[in-house]
């Protein structure tokens, strides 16, 4: 992603960049290769990521291709209002799993002359909009929208088809219950659901 030179060197705000996509598009691997640039540039840079995803590691954020950097596990959002202080970058994994105050945060944050890179689905299972990433996207700066490769298709998926049995809006995953898929995969895998489900419920 190419970020524009600022003109005006006098305005001090930061700025909010998101990263989304589905599952398996390549979104903490991006996080972390901007977060170890800014490192590499010697900036103060703190990562933070929600307690409950504890899939990889407790306290680091990994990628899927076991790419890693650390950061601190936080219960709510309120708490990386607490925590960032004095900092260059603000990295934020996993932001759909957040409360709304994340949205609020982030812009605290970049108003006062923070970068904060956040990644994150942006939409859940259902193929809706996932929780507060909409907002975010929408008072970001930058949006950079990755794509994972459709298991059906080999097209661009920019969907996350859960193949396991639970309708719970948040279930931590892996390939074991999820699979990105295209427009058409998924609709033709949610419309042979439905049938299904209809058959079971007529006896049929």
């Known amino acids: 992603m190419f970020l524009e030179n600022t003109v005006n060197h006098n305005e001090q705000f930061g700025w909010i960049e998101v990263i989304c996509g589905s599952m398996f598009s390549g979104k903490t691997e991006e996080l972390i290769r901007r977060l170890k640039r800014a490192q590499f540039a010697k900036q103060k840079v703190e990562i933070f990521k929600p307690a409950i995803d504890v899939r990889y590691d407790l306290e680091k954020v990994v990628s899927h291709d076991a790419n890693e950097i650390r950061s601190t596990p936080v219960p709510s959002s309120a708490n990386i209002r607490l925590l960032a202080s004095d900092v260059d970058v603000v ?30 689905l942006d939409m859940d299972f259902k193929g809706n909009p996932f929780g507060p990433m909409p907002a975010l996207m929408a008072t970001a700066e930058y949006v950079t929208k990755v794509h ?21 809006i948040v279930l931590l995953g892996e390939t074991q219950e999820y699979e990105p898929l295209s427009r058409s995969a998924y609709f033709k895998a949610v419309t042979e659901e439905k049938l299904k489900k209809a058959k079971e419920k007529n006896g049929k």
Do not use: K
């Open 91 to 120: 990295g934020i994994d996993e932001a759909q799993f957040f409360d709304d105050e994340i949205v609020a945060v982030c812009n605290d944050l970049a108003n006062r002359g923070v970068r904060v890179i956040v990644a994150g």
């Open 148 to 168: 994972a490769v459709c298991t059906r298709t080999g097209n661009l998926a920019h969907y996350s088809h859960r193949t396991a049995a639970s309708e719970e």
